[in-house]
């Protein structure tokens, strides 16, 4: 069989018992010899040949839990997310504003909170930008939205609004409205925005791919397909890419779980949308997404025990815990891998029970996201479970957002068992990597690096200064590097259920990345300064440097 493409002359690290090779050969999209030796028989008149100089050969990264609508349609409005400081944030906004005179309303996001005094930022900041047409970002993190007078006026939020089901209305020492609307608050604003259609929803998710692809980036999970925390669905969208054949990544789509819609009526829906997407090459439906708490910045995290300076504060469980197990097990019954959103540690246990009430009996993939705070005992408990630890490393630093607007509300205790990705992996839990992206940068070797170091990298604007440089954060929880890039690999793929990738083996799609320096022989502080040189899906080439 005379292969399309050999990839030979380099290190090709195959993350499976073979190790580290020379040489691949591709054929069809699929990888039909591993070795040199092997590689020779495939060589034909027409084969072409890829010369790796030398250079490092992976399979190609994958993001366990992403949003690249989200993301995509925030590189299409006002993207704050590549600057950082109120004067860098005037002057983007303002722009934006400039250049965007007929917009009848300013969207945008990226926002980081350390930037404003008490981590919140208010109305009259962008009322001084744009008084008269209303303004809405979302914070980087997704659990909140920085709006001005004019918006807050056009929802008819005032003093008198009470805080919705789910949400928080940020309020001064009078009672009126700030402008910061937290998690469920935010929608009294979001859903009088201009509809997004379905041309905007295309466009921005190739934005998303284009991006992804440059950063090495060949499938992902979509964390929330369905209207979901203000990101419109895109189900449609990618199945209309993949049709048109425009989609060259593989996404695995985790629906959306709507807790105020009926249950056996939701179970219902999700089995005919993963039914439909199963005619597709590179789409799939077969996780559901479960939101549990918020986050810790504004004490929406659910935790076992109060927050600091918040008197009996342990924040929001957004399901009761019955009722989520419930909802597990009949999701369970129907094959669907359950993906839920927990970041304190009450979350995290009411995850694992809810978990836990599968009967078993199929390759279940369930898997617990962020887990920023989890209980000793529950750590074993997790990897006995069987349960995928879908872990966000960028997050796991000093960076001013976390000493600034978050560790402030954590106990001494709760500190310590703050990002415990090596007591994870200790305790034989399965690891998979991810980005949150737009949460934070989708760029998977800053991910390693900061994995790896438990600091920044150098060139990230969200974490310049010395401490996040240079202070590791709680550095016993470090990742070895093999550990962090079989997350992104091996890892991701099984959290993704896409079996036939995240290793470099005869019949795996060829889905590769080719990278300037190799993870596993630089200095650790480099890490992060590592880029992709080029991206191959499924056998062609979707991005070179």
């Known amino acids: 069989m005379t292969a399309d493409t050999i990839f030979e002359n380099g290190v090709v690290r195959t993350m499976t018992r073979v190790g580290t090779t020379d040489a691949i050969a591709v054929r069809d999209g699929r990888i039909v010899a591993v070795g040199s030796g092997e590689v020779a028989a495939h060589r034909g008149r027409r084969t072409v040949s890829v010369d790796l100089a030398g250079r490092v050969l992976l399979p190609g990264f994958q993001d366990a839990h992403i949003h690249p609508t989200g993301g995509g349609l925030g590189r299409m409005q006002c993207d704050l997310n590549e600057v950082h400081g109120i004067g860098a944030y005037r002057e983007t906004i303002a722009e934006y504003c400039r250049t965007h005179p007929d917009a009848e309303w300013i969207r945008g996001a990226g926002w980081y909170g350390d930037v404003f005094p008490g981590g919140f930022p208010d109305a009259a900041f962008l009322d001084a930008i744009e008084p008269h047409r209303p303004v809405v970002l979302d914070s980087h993190d997704g659990h909140g939205s920085w709006v001005n007078s004019a918006a807050l006026r056009r929802a008819g939020i005032t003093r008198e609004t009470p805080d919705p089901a789910g949400g928080r209305i940020q309020r001064d020492a009078d009672g009126e409205p700030t402008g910061m609307l937290m998690e469920s608050a935010a929608d009294l604003v979001t859903d009088l925005l201009p509809t997004v259609t379905q041309d905007d929803i295309d466009a921005a998710l190739l934005a998303a791919q284009g991006y992804l692809h440059s950063l090495g980036i060949t499938s992902w999970q979509d964390a929330a397909v369905g209207d979901a925390i203000g990101i419109p669905d895109a189900f449609d969208a990618y199945r209309r890419l993949d049709d048109s054949g425009r ?112 009967a078993g009996g199929w390759d279940s993939r369930h898997q617990v996201t962020h887990i920023d705070i989890i209980d000793r005992h529950d750590v074993a408990r997790l990897g006995r479970l069987g349960v995928i630890a879908n872990l966000q490393p960028l997050w796991a630093r000093k960076d001013s957002v976390l000493v600034e607007t978050k560790l402030p509300y954590l106990t001494d205790d709760q500190q310590e068992r703050h990002f415990a990705f090596r007591a994870l992996r200790d305790a034989g839990a399965a690891i998979a990597l991810s980005s949150d992206w737009p949460v934070s940068s989708p760029d998977p070797l800053w991910g390693i690096h900061v994995a790896v170091n438990r600091t920044a990298p150098a060139s990230d604007p969200h974490a310049q200064d010395a401490t996040a440089q240079c202070d590791p954060l709680l550095p016993e929880q470090s990742l070895t590097v093999d550990d962090a890039v079989r997350g992104y690999t091996v890892g991701a793929a099984r959290a993704n259920r896409l079996d036939r990738t995240g290793t470099l083996a005869v019949g795996q799609a060829a889905d590769l990345v080719v990278l300037d320096a190799d993870p596993y022989e630089v200095a650790p502080r480099d890490l992060g300064s590592i880029r992709a040189v080029l991206t191959v899906a499924d056998g062609t080439a979707v991005f070179e440097r």
């Not at 105020?260 to 939701?266: E, F, K, M, S, Y």
């Open 247 to 358: 989609l060259t990544a593989k996404v695995t789509g985790a629906l959306w779980w709507d807790r105020d819609a009926d249950v056996d009526g939701q179970v219902r829906f999700f089995e005919e949308r993963r039914l439909a997407a199963s005619t597709g090459r590179r789409f799939q439906a077969t996780a559901v997404k479960i939101m549990q708490d918020g986050v810790c910045e504004n004490h929406t995290g659910s935790m076992l025990s109060p927050y600091r300076g918040r008197g009996d504060d342990r924040g929001m469980s957004f399901i009761e815990p019955e009722a989520l197990a419930d909802i597990a097990r009949r999701l369970a019954v129907k094959r669907f891998d359950l993906h839920v959103h927990a970041v304190g540690d009450r979350a995290v246990r009411e995850a694992l029970d809810a978990i836990a009430t599968d």
